[in-house]
């Protein structure tokens, strides 16, 4: 009964790939995140999505684009992978709908390593 | 724009010691401000927030709008207690994303 679970763990992939990791979280959430850690153990946002909408979308170069087919679901495509997108990947999800000191719920991370 | 700082990204302490995790923000607003943990081979959780005030696992954390320092305390550290801790602030609206501080590793020596 995980929460919130990501595919795939690990990814291991060449430069100039195209690469996908799937999020699903079955909280019946209606806010989910991306986040983005560095080798420094950084941890930054990347996306927001409130009901499948974008809400935020920080500094990210254009090649990630999340989409978001249904509420539970937030999935990262990135394309034309660098050197640089090395890093671990974090999905979360929030109930949403702005209550103060709302708690996000992380998924497991993705490592992804570019070669 | 917000800003988390917390300037020991290493810290290491004996067990039974007390234990002080430091964490100030930067923020224009009512910040909400939390602390989250990462222990060894498990993923992010939620650590506490100040708006419960809350005791968690003998970790607490005052806010000090004075001097926008979020601390989090401990009186007596245990071994189970080492992992990576992040300040983290979410400044409100529709958005709530977190903005994490860059970790503090603490570790508790037998």
């Known amino acids: 009964d995980t929460a919130v679970s990501q595919t795939p763990k690990y990814l291991v992939t060449q430069m100039g790939n195209d690469k996908s990791i799937k999020c699903e979280q079955n909280l019946g959430h209606d806010t989910m995140y991306w986040y983005k850690q560095d080798s420094k153990k950084f941890l930054k946002i990347m996306f927001s999505y409130n009901n499948k909408e974008l809400i935020i979308n920080e500094t990210v170069p254009n090649r990630f684009s999340p989409k978001s087919p249904d509420k539970a679901h937030l999935n990262l495509h990135i394309n034309s992978l660098e050197l640089g997108d090395s890093a671990v990947y974090f999905c979360?999800?929030?109930?949403?709908?702005?209550?103060?000191?709302?708690?996000?719920?992380f998924g497991p991370g993705t490592r992804l390593l570019v070669l | 724009a917000q800003r988390v700082t917390q300037p020991e990204k290493l810290l290491s302490v004996f067990k039974g010691a007390p234990v002080e995790l430091k964490c100030n923000y930067s923020?224009?607003?009512?910040?909400?401000l939390f602390w989250y943990v990462q222990y060894s081979r498990q993923r992010l959780q939620l650590l506490l927030r100040?708006?419960s005030r809350e005791s968690i696992k003998g970790f607490t954390a005052d806010l000090n709008k004075g001097e926008t320092s979020f601390h989090l305390k401990k009186p007596f550290a245990q071994e189970e207690d080492s992992a990576m801790y992040y300040c983290a602030l979410s400044g409100g609206g529709s958005a709530r994303q977190l903005t994490f501080g860059s970790g503090t590793q603490l570790t508790v020596l037998p």
């Open positions: 923020y224009s607003g009512s910040p909400e």
């Open positions: 979360a999800s929030s109930r949403g709908g702005g209550a103060r000191g709302e708690t996000q719920y």
């Open positions: 100040h708006i």
